[in-house]
Nanobody, 117 residues
Framework: QVQLAESGGGLVQPGGSLRVSCAVS????????MGWYRQAPGKQRELVAL???????NYADSVKGRFTISRDNAKNTVYLQMNSLKPEDTAVYYC???????????WGQGTQVTVSS
């Protein structure tokens, strides 16, 4: 079974930066599309960023120009670099792995990101 282990969440001031990581085990990482989602209190989970196995990316309009998704296939890890953070970025951030062959999704446990002064 595919397992996702997230880390890097925490408290940061507005305008600050934070990088969250997601390490994938149990399968061949390079055969998976990866993504970051977030869920704020009282809201539905929403897409933040996607990165395909070939490295192409897609971002939500709300984070374009501020967030960068990347992957290191040698480390089986996907990252989300978050810059110029705003209070409205506060949410639980979830990592997702998509099996390219089966289209089945696997989710991490989530990591809390809080942007506050």
């Amino acid at each position: 079974q595919v397992q996702l282990a997230e880390s890097g969440g925490g408290l940061v001031q507005p305008g600050g930066s934070l990088r969250v990581s997601c390490a994938v085990s149990g399968s061949i990482f390079r055969f998976y599309n990866m993504g970051w989602y977030r869920q704020a209190p009282g809201k539905q989970r929403e897409l933040v960023a996607l990165i395909s196995k070939s490295g192409s990316t897609n971002y939500a309009d709300s984070v374009k120009g501020r967030f960068t998704i990347s992957r290191d296939n040698a480390k089986n890890t996907v990252y989300l670099q978050m810059n110029s953070l705003k209070p409205e970025d506060t949410a639980v951030y979830y990592c997702k792995a998509e099996n390219i062959a089966t289209m089945k999704d696997y989710w991490g446990q989530g990591t809390q990101v809080t942007v506050s002064s």
